[in-house]
């Protein structure tokens, strides 16, 4: 798992921050790449996989220079949660989700009733795996894993994903052409690894093929088996924002487990003031600290955690599903005074940086390095400090600084791979 999890993080990254470490690799040797291949090939056809399959899957292909760009020029960039979440959990996906929820109440009632998971998580994950369907990744998978099993130092990890990979070709579930995905691997409206695909996705819609690209209802109830496989249990909550008493200094942490009863003792009480409610051991999530918001989080937050393990994540998806419920963002602000922006206002400051003839490409919502590099540079310009950060404070500045423009455009699927 731990393996898968990186990898997931890492699928990610696309979103926001790569972790550095998973970056560091040499680069195949052009004349390494045909002796590789072939040792792959010796291992597949040992595994089961057909020399047919193999030579179709691996005809012509060669490493993905991107990747190995990657490797060598992506900068370690961490996000505030702030930012992370108000890129993944804004006004647009909450709308987006709801639409799609009315859309596939049938096939997400028939996940609810077969595998116990609540709806609404299954529809936050699938918001933010892949916002929906529409942002699976664009790269082939067979190249990708190739050359992730040809160079870096997780060899082993990519070559077990890439055998796997063969082998959802030769059971004819997904079609090559259609299988695309993320850099590392994470693929379809779930982005499950390969490994992970083959242990847990699902044939929901009855078609005979376990389909997470093409099919909504296997995207979904696949989703809901996987929630069901790392531990959900029907019918609890995932946990709630809390109020901690003034100057709290206690024990924290989502593995810090406590009874509820042991929690109230300290003086953290519900956001109205009430005895906080909930069964079994509970953890005290604090993503920014005593002074942010603070959640009382059970055994459900955990399921949701295993999908990717990262806190940020799983508060992501619980907060997502919240949203879909009809609920309202967090009552106690971030400890910042240079709040985090959504995508609509994302791409209103990259057109704004355009209008001030920073090439940035297109306005897509997504923060990357060159976006980064011309907030910065306006940041200068305009005596803020400069954090690259697609902020509150430098949207306001924008605006500021050119009051005659910076429509922002329509929502358009951006690219990603
Ligand atoms: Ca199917």
Known sequence: MSGMRRAMVWALGALGALPAALLVATPVAASDWPACVKELRTIATGKGVTAQVFDTALAGVQPDPDILKAFDSQPEFTIPIWDYLS???????VADGRRLMDQWAAVLAQAEQKFGVDRFVIAAVWGVESDYGRIMGRRELVRSLTTLSCSGRRQAFFRAELLETLRILQSGDIPAAA??????????????????????????????RRDIIGSVPDALGSTANYLRRAGWVTGQPWGYEVRLPPGYGGPAGRRTKQSIAQWSELGIRQLDGS?????????LLLPAGAKGPAFIVFRNFDAIFAYNAAESYALSIAHLADRLRGGGSFATPWPTDDPGIGRAERREVQQRLLDRGFDIGTPDGIIGARTRAAISAFQASAGLPQDGRAGRRVLQALRAATPASGQAPAAVPPPKG
């Not at 890129?87 to 996906?93: F, P, S, Y």
């Not at 005895?275 to 953890?283: H, I, Q, R, T, V």
Request: aromatic residues 10%; glycine residues 20%.
């Open 87 to 93: 890129g993944l959990v804004d006004d647009e996906r």
């Open 275 to 283: 005895p906080l409610s909930g069964n079994g051991p509970a953890g």
């Open 179 to 208: 299988l695309v995905g993320s850099w590392a691997g994470a693929f379809g409206q779930t982005q499950f690894m390969p490994s992970t695909y083959q242990r847990l996705a699902i044939d929901f819609d009855g078609d005979g």
